[in-house]
């Protein structure tokens, strides 16, 4: 797997990469090659949202919100359907 990492900042473009490697060695003391606030991670996962891009179990809160209306639509011509 590769992850490449762009951003555009004062009409510049600037690109990162990150290299794995394998340690043998667990439990190390080691910064996070990157981080992000909540802002930068909402972005990321909008973006993803408009190339299609959904997550793979399809619970998240759209698709439980459509299924509650639908079902909402359903009750209401169950209970307005008799008079």
Do not use: Y
Not at 5 to 19: A, D, M, P
Not at 31 to 46: K, R
């Amino acid at each position: 797997m590769q992850l490449l990492l762009f951003k555009r900042e004062r009409g510049k473009l600037f690109i990162g990469s990150v290299e794995w490697t394998h340690q043998e060695q667990e439990g190390m003391d080691a910064l996070p090659a990157m981080s992000l606030d909540d802002t930068m991670g909402q972005e990321i996962m909008d973006n993803l949202w408009q190339c299609g891009i959904r997550p793979s179990e399809g619970s998240g809160s759209s698709g439980s919100l459509a299924a509650t209306e639908r079902h909402l639509k359903d009750m209401q011509k169950l209970v307005f359907k008799g008079k």
